[in-house]
């Protein structure tokens, strides 16, 4: 809701209607009930707080404009939309400002007001030296360093450079400028660079939900680090459930709003409520949502092509060995037909072998290049993900290893992916993927598991960590084959997942058959129990009669000699950690290996140990 005073003119707004055309009928109707409104004095201010997070207290109210419950203009939306039409914003502007600073100074609110101008108000009351600002701020004998301006973003801003050159006088004044909804498709970088407000308030869409969404957790940190570049401090709008709570503590956005702190409400109280307290000294650390990892290697061909250029089915063999001369670095080159797409492949080395031999200039000199290329070349497009290019290295006739491949756009030939790019890309985004996640589980890998310690230990509350391990495992895994061995891992990471607890606890997958499960639940020894009985109950399905029968199964050990194993059971080995207990997150995984290798001697397959605890 826009908050302007009444020195602005009418006149000196210009806007388009919200939405369709309105007709005259709906004009009046509009006017007719905004007039109803103003001139009985039916508007009431509601504020909402701004908490900050660092010092546990509220920083900022921002004034609401609202009418009543049961008008037709209740809803703000309606209501500016109404004084929109009937040509009447400013003057609801007007009236909001006077009505938010008198309630706020009558309710001797601590903190400071925030109000909301759209940007030709803002522009109006800031030039001259802010003079129409100053005249409102003595009428109403409020305090200039108690206020911050949100400019909305429904209107353009026409000369950024003005409006930066007039608010130099408003922050000398000490009033603060805030950007509200950043994010929201209308705003405007360069408005944030050039402006330099105090505060920007970012979009609720990123907020709502980031617990769980990996892409708004990176919006968010990006835009995290823009605040820290421009001296600017984040606000985190719409914030209603814990976990969002959770991430912005966990990320350093010091200030946030949302039903989840408080509603808007006409009467607001002058401090943080006692459970929101209570959510904000809660110790937990939250299980950030990750995106692949590997995405920023590389995602399609598009980033592997070469411009190479290509020959024409008309170009002979002659002229196609100076194309190779000319070019040492040509591997390969692609033919194409007039409309440039691709109709074969030449590699260079098995083309100047055969042009070398005795003769062969002279009998096929002349001849079509065509008869010297692969028919069948491997064509994909540029936009093909780069995991599609393993079924190219895994596949029985390997000559894409040795020609490369032909990448095409819109089925027009782009350029070539040569060999030894083809074998890079997907070696470098195996191995990124393994360090992050499992690409049998897709469960984070070794990197991720050390930095969720690593914000463990900064928080420095209590939380247990669970070393997971098959036992006999490998005799499985030779006797059934790795087919059925990655079935078993798949329903290992399955179980630990299904009895952890998702806001709270971190299941890793270290390699193999070991898995790491990080508990902040404090029912944590429950759930390690249920993780090793019910894998293996379930477990017994995935031997065949004869071993299920027998308890036990045929094998060889390390050494070649054939030997009985009993069956693969889950072990595991946990280490409780307390606050400054522990030095480091590599401590921590040592204690836990140590507690597993612990626990396969146990009976029951279990073994608990304090962390930095000596074991015998």
């Not at 908050?3 to 003119?9: C, K, N, Q, T, Y």
């Not at 808007?264 to 110790?283: C, G, K, S, W």
Request: glycine share 6%; hydrophobic share 45%.
């Amino acid at each position: 809701m826009s908050l302007v005073a009444s020195w602005i003119p009418e006149r000196s707004i210009e806007r388009l209607p919200v939405g369709a055309s309105a007709t005259e009928p709906a004009i009046a109707l509009a006017t007719d009930a905004l007039g109803e409104l103003l001139d009985k004095d039916l508007l009431t201010v509601h504020f909402q707080p701004i908490a900050d997070l660092a010092e546990r207290r509220v920083a900022l109210y921002e004034a609401l404009m609202r009418g009543p419950g049961s008008h037709p203009l209740a809803r703000p939306d309606a209501l500016l939309e109404a004084a929109t039409r009937s040509g009447r914003r400013s003057l609801l502007e007007q009236h909001a400002v006077r009505c938010a600073m008198r309630a706020f100074v009558a309710q001797a609110l601590p903190g400071r007001l925030a109000v909301n101008l759209s940007a030709s108000v803002l522009q109006a009351l800031v030039a001259d030296s802010a003079t129409k600002l100053k005249a409102l701020l003595r009428r109403e004998g409020f305090d200039p360093t108690r206020l911050v301006i949100e400019l909305t973003e429904d209107e353009r801003v026409e000369d950024i450079d003005r409006l930066a050159g007039d608010l130099g006088t408003v922050r000398q004044m000490g009033v603060g400028l805030a950007i509200d909804d950043f994010g929201d498709g209308r705003s405007s970088l360069r408005l944030w660079a050039q402006l330099e407000p105090a505060f920007v308030k970012l979009d609720r869409y990123f907020v709502q939900g980031v617990h769980r969404d990996p892409r708004k957790l990176e919006v968010l940190r990006a835009v995290l680090r823009l605040a820290e570049a421009f001296n600017t401090a984040l606000v985190g709008e719409g914030v209603e459930l814990p976990g969002e709570l959770a991430v912005m503590q966990e990320l350093g956005v010091r200030f946030i709003q949302g039903y989840l702190c408080s509603m808007p409400v006409t009467q607001p109280a002058p401090r943080l409520a006692d459970d929101f307290i209570r959510l904000l000294e809660v110790r937990t650390v939250p299980v950030m949502p990750s995106l692949d990892p590997s995405a920023g290697i590389a995602n399609s061909l598009m980033q592997l092509v070469r411009i190479v250029p290509t020959v024409d089915v008309a170009t002979d063999a002659a002229a196609l060995a100076e194309v190779f001369h000319a070019r040492e670095s040509l591997y390969a080159v692609a033919v194409v037909d007039e409309h440039q797409v691709p109709v074969g492949l030449i590699n260079r080395e098995s083309f100047l072998d055969q042009y070398a031999r005795p003769y062969f200039r002279e009998l096929f000199g002349r001849r079509s290049c065509t008869r010297f290329m692969d028919p069948q070349p491997r064509i994909m497009d540029c936009e093909t993900p780069i995991d599609r290019l393993t079924e190219v290295l895994t596949q029985a006739n390997q000559r894409y290893l040795r020609d490369g491949l032909i990448v095409t756009r819109a089925g027009s030939y782009l350029g070539l992916v040569s060999p030894d790019d083809l074998v890079r890309s997907v070696t470098e985004r195996r191995i990124e993927s393994a360090r992050h996640a499992n690409p049998l589980t897709c469960l984070p890998g070794n990197i991720p598991i050390t930095e969720h310690l690593r914000r463990l230990i900064r928080r420095g509350g209590q939380f247990a960590v669970a070393y997971c391990d098959l036992s006999n495992f490998k005799p499985y895994n030779d006797l059934y084959g790795y087919w059925r061995g990655d079935e078993m891992i798949i329903l290992a990471s399955r179980i630990l997942i299904e009895e952890a607890d998702p806001a709270l606890d971190f299941i890793g997958h270290v390699g193999g058959d070991d898995f790491i499960a990080i508990f902040q639940s404090e029912d944590w020894l429950r759930r390690c129990l249920m993780m090793r009985d019910t894998f293996n109950r379930r477990a017994l399905g995935l031997f065949d009669a004869a071993e299920r029968d027998s308890g036990c199964m045929v094998g060889e050990d390390r050494r070649g000699n054939a030997m009985s194993f009993p069956l693969t059971r889950m072990v595991i080995g946990a280490v409780k950690v307390v606050p400054g207990q522990v030095r480091s997150a590599e401590s921590i995984a040592s204690d836990a290996a140590r507690a597993k290798q612990r626990a396969k001697s146990a009976p029951d397959g279990f073994h608990v140990m304090a962390a930095d605890e000596q074991i015998p």
